[in-house]
């Protein structure tokens, strides 16, 4: 068995999880006739692994050894018997006898002793046995092969003894090739056999015998058998010889049939010659050729061609063009592993050889069969399944399902002293000594070392990558090792250029980041935004660089993705990683809000995957709150979420009165704000200066990246048992006359998040991302003082602050739920706790 598919797919039959006796391969059929094992005149025919021999009349046995005496020809209505044997059915007991016949139903052979009557007989082709006693009867076929053939069958009946006083009938055809049995009664023992026939059908039988045992049964005296209409010997008359054949053909004997072969040129159950029948297409004319492999030809006119003259020569375009009546360009990217050639009348495109094309897919694969696990470079043209030697599997052919094992020549190969040769992240690890580690070059595309453990128990650890790094972030390693070293070297051509350069690496990475590309990105962006955030007025490259901003958001995008999560947690193990990157971006969003008006930059909104920044103008004059982003007034492309959103209240611009308000989270003013805020004088109020700059960043990944930190205050926030970031981070601050605005607020401001999961969270908790919380990098952590949750439901969550930064909510991997009375128990403690400071207020007053 070979090319097992199930719902059109191709089933690997060297990945079964039991096997029971099969081996991989097909060996070659056995010629056992080469040593002609047939004696007597006899000829041998193959069989699997076996043989059959054909034999003259009047011998029989496996082998043509045996005499048959008295071969009788039976025509239907002839009839052979014998009453009143001399034989007594004894157990065991043999019956033995060869027939030949074309009849599909009939009965052959019967015996009568004093209880019991046993017939063999024919029934649709195949050999059957009857015992009947009394009413009682039983049947028993032989079903695998049809005896109906003309060819010398010989058949043996056996009883034996079985257990429980029992009898078993056992029928055997061909020496034993085919059986069929069944019990019967035991009080056959014993009895005569009152009388046996021969005859009721058309064909011939010989050597009929029987008694105790093969080597000592006899054959019945034709003296004493009564002969009606019997023929001795088993010729027939030729059936050729009456001409049953029509012209033009050659009839063949074959014993009681006969077949008609019609003469070459000439068809159908009449032998007409071909030419009368008109094979020939588009007016071609048809000749008689013996020569010819069918005897006859079709002269074809101009322009046709083939058999039946059934295709036009038309003139074939040359490679790489194709047409009917005139030719044009195939239109196949080779880039995109399809063949330059293409189908001379559709035009349609093909892929390479040794390639394959996925469904859906407009590309073509290289294959990349293992030459050592597979048989050929080529494989399936959709699935893209190479050819495995037994036991290899993986579409490739390259792996073992044993994890100790690796592919050979022949297949799969169990190595007992080291972790084996293996494939992993598109690296070929080499045969490693157990407790040692492999250190090999980094994948195709990427340069440097990659690094995997061999454990003695678990085999191969996971390959280890951080290091690798992609070509295209090669020459910003360099840089990003210079900068680091010198931080001067910044300026503001090279901000652009780096900018460019990591926004064109990032868009065109064509793999999943290694560990060293992100460590690359963060050191630039960080660097990048630390420059910026220093600048003034026109030295800012936004101004001189119209897509500086975007390239800069869809950086960090890239690397904010949650596909590099990983990788985060190595570097932030050493650097301030995410969170560093989330204060960098906050205040370079600062630097824009400040110096919007110096530089005449307009209100814009950029959305990238992971990142959607807004900075928008609000008038103060009459000032009635607000909803940010206005999703509503976005042209071009929308981010995914539009629910996320930050709400401002009317009394914004206002400081809480005294005595009102929440009291702050006292997380301390950045040096970079002081520096940008302090020195400044009043001036008069212009036109612009009515216009405050709200800057809305959110982060829809980054939550899952930051370090899992947290206030150490349990007063103030109570963590989880299992702590999980389940929204966006947003991140809002408010500019007014160009200072960022850090006083507690009168009225909260509102944040509305879009979960993202909604299975399996409770007990939510809005918290903010404090810079101040001391570290291991001093990166900060998650507080809650000054935030709480007003709204609920299964989706979204809207949480209340008094105070501006970058909030989310966190939340437990949990279907357990904080019942209602404790919320409002928190509640009722927040209300005393405010107004015994407000009593103690008015007592000092």
Known sequence: MKELRIDDRQVDMAGFIANNGTLPGCTLRRHVCGNNPCVNGGSCVDLWGSFTCRCPLGFGGHNCEKVMPNPMRFQGNSLLSWSNLAVVVTIPWHLEFMFRTRQTTSSILHISSEQHNLTIQLRGGRLLMSVQRGEDSSVSRVDDVTVNDGQWHQVQLELRGAAEGSVTAALMLDHGLYTASMQMNSKIHGEKIKMMSVGGFTGCVQGVRLGESSSSAVYPSMHQAHVVNVESGCSLPNPCDSNLCPSHSTCRDHWDSYTCTCHTGYYGNNCTDVCALNPCEHQSSCSRKSSSARGYVCNCPRNYFGQYCERKTDVPCPRGWWGEKSCGPCNCDTSK??????????????????HFRPVGSDTCVLCDCYSVGSFSRACDGVSGSCQCKPGVIGRQCDRCDNPFAEVSPNGCEVIYDSCPQSIEAEIWWPRTKFGLPAAVSCPKGSVGTAVRHCDEHKGWMTPNLFNCTSVSFSKLKTLAERVSINASLMNSSLVQQTAAGLFSSTQNITQQFYGSDVKIVYQLTRSILQHESAQHGFNLTATQDVLFNEHVMHVGSAVLSADTRSHWQLIQQTDGGTATLLKHFQEYTNTLAQNMRKTYLNPFTIITPNIVISIDRLEKMNFAGAKLPRYESLRGPRPLDLETAVTLPDSVFSPASEGKGHRHHNEPITESVRNQTAGRKRRHPTVSESDAIASVIIFNSLGSLLPERYDTDKRSLR???????????????????????????????????????????????????????????????????????????????????????????????????????????????????????????????
Request: contains cysteine; hydrophobic residues 30%; proline residues 3%.
């Open 337 to 354: 592993g399809f063949d330059s050639d293409c189908n001379k009348t559709s035009g349609a495109c093909r892929c390479k050889d040794n």
């Open 719 to 845: 963590v989880p048992k299992r702590p999980v970031i389940n929204t966006p981070v947003v991140s809002i601050t408010l500019h007014d006359n160009e200072e960022l605005l850090q006083h507690t607020l009168d009225k909260p401001i509102t944040v509305q998040f879009r979960l993202m999961t909604s299975q399996e969270r409770s007990k939510p908790i809005c918290v903010f991302w404090n810079h101040s919380i001391v570290g291991q990098q001093g990166q900060g952590g998650w507080s809650s003082k000054g935030c709480e949750v007003v709204f609920r439901n299964i989706t979204h969550i809207s949480c209340q602050c008094y105070h501006m930064t970058s909030f989310a909510v966190l939340m437990d991997i949990s279907r357990r739920e904080v019942t209602h009375t404790h919320t409002h128990e928190y509640t009722l403690s927040l209300s005393i706790h405010f107004d015994f400071y407000s009593a103690e207020d008015v007592k000092l007053n």
